[in-house]
């Protein structure tokens, strides 16, 4: 058991790290959106097309099928070399379809081999039910521990070296992602002795159908399209409201290292809770605590400490939602095919951050102002809010087994 202790560390220590460089790398990205505008002379929504392409492509389940059919390293490792050639490929496709290229898909696909949906796969087929909300808790906060690292460098290469040669050295990063990939089980499917997995050898075709009539995991992926919505647009908008409001660089930066701060006490208390409490509950607390919070900071006057205090309030529900509901997919279905169901559930989140950072860039070139995206971010909280709560309590795992009894 000792064994299998040192392999479950290893495997979350290298979820982790992985997760912590590549979200905390992808959160700066927002601090490049004005100078990048300004050096090529376009308007904000040709790279917000480029932000939401990424984002769409962040979400393809294509990952979450190549981890559970070739196992999560492999994944990994190619992806941190696409995440890395991507960044160096911003600075010389400069055009709007160069930009959809390497910051859209080159990027994307490596954020997508890198992200929660690869990594928390992996990690649960080494934990029972009883402990994956918290460990996935956890992950969740070491990579909002990212957010709160990178922006403010990210800012401080962007001062100092000009957008360019900063994403050179952001492009350095993703190589130790590859290295953190050899703590994760090569293998697809890997458990270990003791883990009782429920429905582990259950054909992939009848996980998917099932999956497909399950009210649950329906409404599961219908709020979690709410959440994408959410944090791609503050995450690569937020900076520039800032400016246009005539507030400093540094607030912005430190607005964006607040959310991942506060995002990691958020990720660890909810992680925590989900093993205790209703998790369909919870996760209708968070959204409509996000349209409580982002209403309030609109009514509010704009200045650095309401700037500051919103960067923690949204932090605090930022990827809260992610251990509850990658949580609940496990509790459905088992862990075995969790990289893929959790993948078809984070494409929701992706095509809703997909509309979020575009439609930020479409009103403010046509009518010069984000209000209109923050109204609808608040009509779209109270709407998760209330589609989370038909959730079954009952899980789909648990039925089958007390049917098959």
Same mark, same amino acid.
């Given at each position: 058991?000792?064994?299998?202790?040192?392999?479950?560390?290893?495997?979350?220590?290298?979820?982790?790290?992985?997760?912590?460089?590549?979200?905390?790398?992808?959160?700066?990205?927002?601090?490049?959106?004005?100078?990048?505008?300004?050096?090529?002379?376009? +308007?904000?929504?040709?790279?917000?097309? #480029?932000? =939401?392409?990424?984002?769409? %492509? *962040?979400? $393809?389940?294509?990952? /979450? !099928?190549?981890?559970?059919?070739?196992?999560?390293?492999?994944?990994?490792?190619?992806?941190?070399?696409?995440?890395?050639?991507?960044?160096?490929?911003?600075?010389?496709?400069?055009?709007?379809?160069?930009?959809?290229?390497?910051?859209?898909?080159?990027?994307?696909?490596?954020?997508?081999?890198?992200?929660?949906?690869?990594?928390?796969?992996?990690?649960?087929?080494?934990?029972?039910?009883?402990?994956?909300?918290?460990?996935?808790?956890?992950?969740?906060?070491?990579?909002?521990?990212?957010?709160?690292?990178?922006?403010?460098?990210?800012?401080?290469?962007?001062?100092?070296? +000009?957008?360019?040669?900063?994403?050179? #050295?952001? =492009?350095?990063?993703?190589? %130790? *992602?590859? $290295?953190?990939?050899? /703590? !994760?089980?090569?293998?697809?499917?890997?458990?270990?002795?003791?883990?009782?997995?429920?429905?582990?050898?259950?054909?992939?075709?009848?996980?998917?159908?099932?999956?497909?009539?399950?009210?649950?995991?329906?409404?599961?992926?219908?709020?979690?399209?709410?959440?994408?919505?959410?944090?791609?647009?503050?995450?690569?908008?937020?900076?520039?409201?800032?400016?246009?409001?005539?507030?400093?660089?540094?607030?912005?930066?430190?607005?964006?290292?607040?959310?991942?701060?506060?995002?990691?006490?958020?990720?660890?208390?909810?992680?925590?809770?989900?093993?205790?409490?209703?998790?369909?509950?919870?996760?209708?607390?968070?959204?409509?605590?996000?349209?409580?919070?982002?209403?309030?900071? $609109?009514?509010?006057?704009?200045?650095?400490?309401?700037?500051?205090?919103?960067?923690?309030?949204?932090?605090?529900?930022?990827?809260?939602?992610?251990?509850?509901?990658?949580?609940?997919?496990?509790?459905?279905?088992?862990?075995?095919?969790?990289?893929?169901?959790?993948?078809?559930?984070?494409?929701?989140?992706?095509?809703?951050?997909?509309?979020?950072?575009?439609?930020?860039?479409?009103?403010?070139?046509?009518?010069?102002?984000?209000?209109?995206?923050?109204?609808?971010?608040?009509?779209?909280?109270?709407?998760?809010?209330?589609?989370?709560?038909?959730?079954?309590?009952?899980?789909?795992?648990?039925?089958?087994?007390?049917?098959?009894?």
């Amino acid at each position: 058991m000792s064994s299998n202790r040192n392999l479950i560390v290893g495997a979350i220590i290298s979820a982790s790290l992985a997760v912590m460089i590549g979200s905390g790398i992808r959160s700066s990205f927002g601090l490049f959106l004005t100078p990048i505008t300004e050096t090529l002379g376009t +308007g904000r929504e040709n790279l917000s097309i #480029a932000f =939401a392409v990424n984002n769409l %492509v *962040v979400g $393809l389940p294509l990952v /979450g !099928l190549l981890s559970d059919r070739f196992g999560p390293r492999q994944v990994v490792i190619a992806g941190s070399v696409l995440y890395a050639g991507g960044l160096v490929l911003v600075t010389i496709l400069t055009t709007t379809m160069g930009l959809v290229v390497s910051f859209g898909l080159l990027v994307g696909i490596g954020l997508g081999a890198t992200s929660y949906v690869v990594v928390l796969g992996a990690v649960a087929q080494l934990i029972g039910e009883g402990q994956r909300s918290r460990v996935f808790g956890l992950i969740t906060a070491m990579g909002s521990a990212g957010m709160f690292v990178v922006p403010p460098l990210a800012q401080i290469l962007l001062s100092n070296l +000009g957008w360019q040669r900063a994403l050179y #050295a952001l =492009a350095a990063v993703p190589a %130790v *992602v590859a $290295l953190m990939a050899f /703590g !994760l089980p090569r293998r697809p499917g890997t458990q270990l002795q003791g883990v009782q997995e429920p429905h582990a050898d259950e054909p992939f075709r009848s996980v998917l159908e099932r999956a497909a009539r399950h009210r649950g995991y329906l409404l599961l992926t219908t709020g979690f399209f709410v959440c994408g919505f959410h944090v791609a647009f503050i995450g690569a908008h937020l900076p520039a409201y800032l400016g246009d409001k005539g507030l400093p660089e540094f607030v912005a930066a430190g607005a964006l290292a607040l959310i991942g701060a506060f995002n990691i006490l958020g990720s660890v208390t909810f992680g925590w809770l989900g093993d205790r409490f209703s998790r369909k509950n919870m996760l209708s607390l968070i959204y409509f605590g996000r349209a409580v919070v982002i209403l309030l900071f $609109l009514l509010a006057p704009v200045s650095q400490t309401s700037a500051l205090v919103f960067g923690g309030a949204i932090g605090f529900l930022w990827l809260a939602t992610v251990p509850l509901t990658s949580g609940t997919v496990a509790s459905f279905f088992g862990a075995r095919y969790l990289s893929t169901l959790y993948g078809i559930v984070f494409f929701s989140h992706q095509i809703g951050a997909f509309i979020g950072v575009w439609l930020g860039g479409r009103f403010y070139d046509t009518a010069g102002t984000y209000t209109p995206v923050w109204i609808a971010g608040i009509a779209l909280g109270v709407f998760a809010a209330l589609v989370h709560l038909p959730i079954p309590e009952r899980t789909e795992v648990a039925g089958a087994a007390a049917a098959a009894d």
